[in-house]
């Protein structure tokens, strides 16, 4: 038998907690509509005062220094650690130039998204480039005014016709996108 005095014990239960405030919540009339940040792959809630975006299947906040996030836009935030590496990306005058309607000196015409879209498909459309590939993310320069099927490398055989439309080598060989449901996974301190 080993006997502990219990001054002893009572040390070695005490742990050493730290808490870090949570961000106040943001109270959203109906669920939030976000737009991509062209040139990346971040989204955005364009129409709070608030710096919210989502990517990588988290929803991310900073807040007095400090950056949360969590799987839900509007509740659930747990503290990050650091910096999140995509808001190297984010311009700081990003929230300006959707006011204006302009992106370096084009016209930009963001397109809002349900959040529950951006949510659903977030993986395929960075995997396929579709912001890239589709609508240049809404940025009109003097490249996104030419014709589409001539930007991405196709040739103008005629209406809905590429260079390999209409062969009888290759009859009517296309493609389809498919969407990947679901938020990434993840951890952070608060999850623990």
Do not use: C
Not at 174 to 189: A, F, T, V
Request: proline share 11%; no cysteine; net charge positive.
């Amino acid at each position: 038998m080993v006997l502990i005095p219990a001054s002893a014990m009572a040390e070695v239960d005490v742990k050493v907690r730290v808490n870090i405030p949570l961000p106040p919540p943001i109270i959203f009339p109906v669920p939030p509509h976000v737009i991509v940040i062209p040139n990346t792959d971040v989204y955005s809630v364009p129409d709070v005062d608030d710096d919210i975006f989502f990517y990588g299947g988290w929803w991310w906040r900073p807040w007095e220094g400090r950056w949360y996030r969590s799987h839900y836009y509007d509740r659930g935030w747990r503290f990050y650690e650091g910096r999140p590496p995509f808001h190297r990306q984010v311009p700081p005058g990003w929230r300006k130039d959707y006011r204006d309607r302009r992106w370096k000196g084009q016209q930009w015409d963001s397109r809002p998204i349900p959040h529950a879209e951006a949510e659903r498909n977030w993986k395929s459309w960075k995997r396929d480039k579709h912001w890239e590939k589709e609508n240049n993310w809404g940025v009109r320069s003097s490249e996104s005014r030419r014709d589409p099927e001539v930007r991405r490398g196709r040739s103008d055989d005629g209406p809905g016709r590429g260079p390999d439309k209409g062969r009888k080598d290759n009859p009517g060989r296309g493609h389809d996108r498919g969407s990947q449901d679901g938020p990434g996974r993840g951890h952070d301190r608060g999850d623990r």
